[in-house]
């Protein structure tokens, strides 16, 4: 593989911050989360991050963030107050680009919501609210404990609060589910005024309660497909624009934060389990923290000793990057690919050639790629053509 070794520019950066606990851990879910109880920690994990963010903050060396990400796990079960705390010493640690875009995860209803008008003052500027489904069926299927009247009810409150840039969560593939049923789901999340939707499919992934015992009446992959191409064309029909294999946007409301790890961006990692890529000119390194809380705060406490870092080989980075771009609608440029991972374009050219010849991939324009419609229903298989040999 011919490669260059150095980056001529580093990419943007963001902060990912994860708080862990849910209300109920759903069995689909294959996220670092964990059931909250009535004893769990708040107090003093939010203490142990306020002390993370100062480490990554000597990560960051004086470089602008440009998004920062609540996720979980379920933010909204820690308080306005807390959420104001952490974004406080954010803003005291770290250099903000003047148009930060700042996102926290929420759950419908009143136990996992919290007050949508304490967060909007905390600093959040948009919320992304996992409302998976309005169907009071799938919803319980889905181990949800929030109502369809949860979610408007979240929606509303929201943009009585001020946010005008929500974005809800809705899953397809669902047991039992008709083409009809997906549908509609779309079309109640649009009438919420929504300017964000992600919609994805529901996948059973190792190591969730679905994968050890998958729910019957699962739509099978002829199904899938035809809810998904239905699904898009309604989706464009109300003003909603696929930037992203799951991703749909209204006004250009896109989301920055994804928009930067699918553009093989740079993210600093703050919480347990929180996953780290940072470029410098000599290379790009992957960085993780310990998953399970209590090890977290123990490992924070303790002064937060210096995790090994992983350095990005020249292959690794050339997968890396495809994993990621693969998944743009509108593909991506050999500036990007060489801007982003420091790699010859000649690199590139040489793993290219065998999606080409598969249609999985074409040529969008002169030095720029996208995925065809042939290669996004089949992008494992494309993806994978891009495997570290």
Known sequence: MSTNT????????????????????CPYCDFNSYTAGDDAP??????????????????????????????GGTPSLFSPQQIGLLLEEVDRCFVLAS???????????????????????????????????????????????HSVDDIERSVAGAQAAGFDNINIDLMYGLPEQETAAAILDIERGARLGVNHLSWYQLTLEPNTVFHARP????????????????????????????????????????????????????????GAGAHGKVSTAGGIWRYAKPANPKQYMGHIEGGGH?????????????????????????????????RRTGLAVASLHE??????????????????WRVTPFGRRFLNDLQAEFLAE
Not at 309 to 335: C, I, K, P, W
Not at 355 to 361: A, D, T, W
Request: charged letters at 25%; glycine letters at 8%; one cysteine or more.
């Open 6 to 25: 150095e980056l001529s520019e580093l990419p943007p950066l963001a902060l990912y911050v994860h708080l862990p606990w849910c209300v109920r851990k």
């Open 42 to 71: 708040r107090d003093r994990y939010l203490g142990a991050l306020l002390k993370d963010l100062a480490i990554e903050s000597e990560r960051a060396a004086g470089r602008p963030l440009i998004s920062v990400f609540l996720g």
């Open 99 to 145: 148009n930060v875009e700042i996102t926290m995860e929420a759950n419908p209803g009143t136990v996992e919501c919290g007050d949508p008008a304490g967060y909007r003052m905390a600093g959040v500027n948009r919320l992304s609210i996992g409302a998976q489904s309005f169907s009071a069926s799938s919803l319980q299927l889905l181990g949800r404990i």
């Open 215 to 270: 729910p019957s009446g699962l739509p099978d992959e002829e199904q899938c497909f035809d809810i998904q191409t239905q699904g898009q064309e309604r989706l464009a029909g109300l003003g909603y624009e696929q930037y992203e294999i799951s991703a749909y946007a209204r006004d250009g409301q896109r989301a920055e934060h994804n928009l930067n790890y699918w553009s093989y961006g740079d993210y600093l990692a703050v």
């Open 306 to 338: 210096p995790i090994e870092l992983h350095a990005v080989s020249a292959a690794e980075r050339l997968f890396e990057f495809m994993l990621n771009v693969s998944r743009l609608t509108n593909g991506f440029s050999e500036d990007l690919f060489r």
């Open 351 to 368: 793993r290219l050639e065998p999606s080409l010849q598969r249609g999985l991939i074409e040529a969008s324009g002169e030095h720029f």
